[in-house]
């Protein structure tokens, strides 16, 4: 006896090849369209009564809204990352500005020659920079002593750099080592 395919047999292949685009489209990571595409062969299952079919189909797509649960929290989670870290960088650079101004307030209100002074400490520091990183470490203590005699010429009434000279000393010592 043949038997002729009947209207059943063509609900279900149509259901089968909703399943399959559902599993490329999960490959894709594309979750949502897989369940909308599974949620469409579940109709189809139903009307034709196969309860097994369903079941599966309903513990694929509740997997699968897991996934995109769990990929929305990771968002949130990046997100709210990135809005401390976007909160610590602006905390920061205000910092930043408000010591800005108050060096610059200081400057306005500085001699000359205090001006002469830091702008040269502030050279010197950058040669020291550069020659450390090229393991020049004669040259390097050499600037430090200097750069120590420019932080004792200021007046501490006028600047306080008495942190720095202990930091420079320090650093002398430390370097000293490593000739």
Do not use: W
Not at 159 to 178: A, D, L
């Amino acid at each position: 006896m043949i038997v002729m395919p009947g209207p059943f047999d063509e609900l279900e292949k149509e259901a089968e090849n909703l399943e399959k685009q559902s599993k490329e489209e999960f490959n894709k990571k594309s979750y949502i369209s897989a369940i909308s595409l599974l949620e469409e062969a579940k109709d189809i299952y139903s009307k034709l009564g196969y309860q097994g079919k369903i079941g599966m189909i309903d513990k694929r797509v509740a997997q699968l809204k897991n996934l995109v649960k769990f990929e929305k929290k990771d968002t949130m989670v990046k997100t709210k990352g990135e809005l401390e870290f976007q909160k610590r960088v602006d905390k920061v650079l205000g910092e930043k500005e408000k010591y800005n101004s108050t060096k610059l307030a200081e400057e306005k209100a500085l001699t000359p020659e205090i001006k002469q002074k830091l702008a040269k400490i502030n050279l010197v520091i950058e040669k020291i920079k550069k020659e450390e990183e090229l393991e020049k470490y004669t040259r390097v203590i050499g600037r430090y002593e200097y750069l120590l005699e420019l932080y004792k010429s200021v007046p501490k009434d006028i600047i306080n750099f008495s942190k720095e000279i202990y930091e420079t000393e320090k650093k002398i010592v430390v370097i000293r080592e490593k000739i």
